[in-house]
C-alpha cells in the first residue's frame, strides 16, 4: 500500500470469498428505482407538453398577425 493511498483514502482490498461487496453510499431498492424512472418519465412529459403549449400559441398569435383580412373587418 503506497502512502498516497493512505493518505487519500483510495487503498482498494478485496473483500473476502465467498461475500458480496457492497460500496457505501447511495442504494435504491428495486421500487425506488422505478419511482425515480417514472418521476423523470412524467417530468419530460410536462416539459414536451409546456413546449408544444407554447407553440401552439405562438402559432396562433403569428397566424393572428400574418392574416388580418381573415377576422372579418
Do not use: K, Y
Request: proline residues 5%.
Amino acid at each position: 500500500m503506497d502512502i498516497i493511498e493512505v493518505m487519500l483514502g483510495t487503498a482498494t482490498r478485496a473483500p473476502l470469498s465467498n461475500t458480496t461487496f457492497s460500496p457505501r453510499g447511495l442504494q435504491f431498492s428495486p421500487r425506488s428505482q422505478i419511482g425515480i424512472a417514472l418521476f423523470i418519465v412524467g417530468l419530460a412529459v410536462l416539459a414536451f407538453g409546456a413546449g408544444w403549449m407554447l407553440g401552439q400559441r405562438q402559432a396562433a398569435s403569428q397566424r393572428r398577425l400574418s392574416d388580418p383580412c381573415r377576422s372579418g373587418n
